[in-house]
């Protein structure tokens, strides 16, 4: 109760200066000069003034109600997941729900109340665009991972035994995440039970994996997807920091890059006929596998309960689902008591199984009771924007035959000045058809994923 | 840069709560309320009067300046150290000197400015006070230290060799810290590179140790130590977190706590009684070692140049030095640029030998960096109190008894009703009066030294 009256008093607090009056004032009299013509200011006034009225509309006494609501549900989720019973934590949802329906009426929407909400996560967006990209793919991922999971359970490849001397992966993982060019005068690598990427000031990133003795791809995959985010954050200028310009632009921007270099770099061939070598010497076990079969172990697939745990092939499967329920939920067409039953059947459909329980159905996600609803679509669009970007960034035969060599930085290089350099100045898919030539689709990950999984 | 800022801005902020008028009018209308004869009541009324006459003695401006000069001082300091340069920390430590001068001056004493300082510690003591008890236990301390480090190189005991497994240790340390009264319903146990206890609410207290594969005690008595500190914030009366009836007195007092359960109980011959056969069967190669052998390991005794490397027997010498050091500093009858030298010369009179290098000299300890001037004193004050806690407790033959039989709780409950259970109700010297029925005294502590390193 201690934190939840912190929380509280911070929010609270936060809010109250991003309403006051001298904040308003200070923004009006900035709006009132010549902005001119430079692009980064404009938006960095735009976003500030985005921000100022959406804090606006809500008040204080909801702010307050939401932070205690929150601290609530995440202790009463961790509980219920434990005990797996849905019926302790479904109070707690639907007070969150309708919070955050009335956090969407407040900010105003064109169609549904999921626009208002992921317009927070994912900035120039609509739920009809991400349902219409989604829906599009929606029988194509179906096929691909069916495909790869059935692949995969025809022909077993397992690594061989460790220990993986975790020292040993340390090394290893701190010369990859080197060679793509995360700066550790300005970042760290530490150790926690789930790993994360988190920015604690200009240039002080901060990410984190976790070990397993008997698989050093666990750790160093961690590593790669983390990197990813942190590279972005490493790319931000730096004198911009807090404002637009000095900004991630949204979490669907956000995963494309922890995903392209954890998918789409770290888990190629050209990546490992580099690398392999290395991790071979690194850990003796190794030679007794070949490179071919340890790709064919890094694209292993297969239909796990658990979102986290999903592989590549199957990932999308898992948002799919949770975008569907969490749209129905705040449109009043699904009843949080019958989430459990919507889930499994919507779980059984997808994956051809139902989890065994709540715990591993719909309780197995912190997001809801973080109040993070609307949040999770952007997953999938950090997935196909992954896509987008880096076949955009392998037409450039300079950057494609680097990858080819092991040679990263040409490829960061593109990624800082088609998407970091931009910070938040930019809509999201206005930086992708700025970057790439073409408005976000998913044409470019669905070619990508069965080339990986159904060749 | 970024994180000085922010430190500079949540200094001048928290600055600004505890000075403001809304603040000083709610204290005034309490303070004219009857405040009845509730002690602790009163005792919080005085000890709030007492911070925000402190507080408003100073300016925003000069701490802003603490701030910013504390946080340059701590990279300059480590900086320093590294490369061993102190003439590098120098031109730091002359301004967050001059900074504790004034903030002494503005806050007033009566003797010097170390007074105003420790008062910032060690509420209702004084330097002569201080240095009266020091003075007084030198030449005992120095005979006893010499003592101890000759009969431990005449006779050197090595613990067998390891590993001692880490897993093995922390269940080993998980038992001992249950048996003494620590409580992980409201703490933990985690792993940082130097240990140390911190509250983040009422009934939410962290302790962390560090892990040596090759001598389990190292991590055990780190435990023993922070859980001391734990125990006594575990103690406090929890529903006045934040008031003065629901804090620590003092570091003087949190010291003693962690000492006496680290030293007086965890060195004892009779914990080893009961934990020695234990420890065997978690580390089978101890059944090498004798109990008699394994204590004279415990009690082994050396002079380090290193005030943390430093065993029971030899640790008060390193702070008797800092104390002088420090206090001419403060008088300005030593000028900064003469700290290595006159560091050196004093070591040598104490040790007998002078460090190698400033490294291991005058910059081996973050504290002035801190701008922590004024608190060396209370480590050695924490060893004093903890000694005549621990001979009074004993005094209650039930208590002695139990701890004979490896039954704390007893101890424990003595503690809270004398100790824990008052907060900073009374002034740390009146607290150990009423507890031992003496005033603050060396006696105990020497006593003890001397049965323990020269019998």
New interface residues.
């Given amino acids: 109760m201690?934190?939840a009256e912190?929380l509280a008093w911070l929010s609270s607090r936060a809010h109250e200066l991003a309403t006051s009056d001298a904040w308003k004032c200070a923004l009006e009299a900035a709006e009132d000069d010549d902005p001119g013509t430079d692009l980064k200011h404009r938006a960095n006034l735009r976003e500030l003034r985005r921000e100022f009225d959406r804090a606006t509309k809500l008040s204080s006494e909801l702010v307050v109600r939401d932070s205690v609501a929150g601290s609530l549900a995440k202790h009463a989720w961790a509980d219920a997941r434990a005990r797996s019973d849905f019926s302790s934590f479904a109070p707690h949802l639907a007070t969150l729900l309708e919070i955050a329906r009335e956090k969407a009426d407040l900010w105003g929407y064109d169609d549904e109340p999921y626009d208002a909400l992921l317009e927070g996560y994912e900035r120039g967006t609509s739920t009809a665009a991400v349902a219409s990209l989604f829906d599009a793919m929606r029988p194509a991922v179906r096929e691909i991972a069916a495909g790869a999971v059935a692949k995969s359970a025809a022909h077993v490849v397992a690594l061989p035994p460790g220990p993986y001397p975790i020292e040993a992966q340390q090394r290893l993982n701190a010369r990859i995440a080197e060679s793509i060019g995360f700066d550790f005068q300005a970042g760290r690598i530490d150790t926690t039970a789930h790993p994360f990427c988190t920015t604690?000031?200009?240039r002080?990133v901060r990410l984190t994996t976790r070990y397993m003795e008997s698989d050093f791809t666990s750790s160093l995959f961690g590593v790669l997807h983390e990197a990813g985010h942190g590279l972005y954050e490493q790319g931000l200028v730096a004198e911009d920091?807090g404002l637009a310009s000095g900004s991630a632009v949204s979490l669907g921007i956000h995963e494309s890059q922890s995903r392209l270099w954890e998918n789409h770099v770290g888990r190629s061939r050209a990546f490992w006929e580099k690398w392999y070598p290395v991790a071979q010497e690194a850990f003796p076990q190794l030679v007794r596998m070949s490179l071919d079969s340890f790709l064919e172990y890094l694209w292993r697939a297969e239909f796990s309960p658990i979102r986290v745990e999903a592989d590549e092939a199957t990932y999308d499967l898992h948002i799919l689902l949770r975008f569907q329920l969490e749209r129905e939920l705040l449109n009043g067409s699904l009843a949080v008591g019958d989430v459990p039953a919507a889930w499994n059947e919507g779980f059984h459909e997808l994956f051809g199984f139902a989890p065994a329980d709540d715990r591993h159905g719909c309780l197995q996600d912190i997001h809801w009771a973080m109040g993070g609803i609307g949040y999770f679509a952007t997953y999938t669009l950090g997935n196909i924007n992954s896509a987008q970007l880096f076949a955009a960034a392998r037409r450039e035969p300079a950057i494609d035959m680097a990858l080819g060599g092991g040679d990263y930085l040409p490829l960061l290089d593109w990624l800082r000045r088609s998407v970091h350099d931009h910070g938040a100045v930019y809509d999201p898919a206005d930086l992708i058809a700025r970057a790439t030539g073409n408005v976000p689709s998913t044409e470019a990950y669905l070619v990508h994923l069965q080339s990986r999984y159904l060749s």
Avoid: E, I, S, W
């Fill in positions: 201690h934190r912190q604690l000031g200009p002080d920091f």
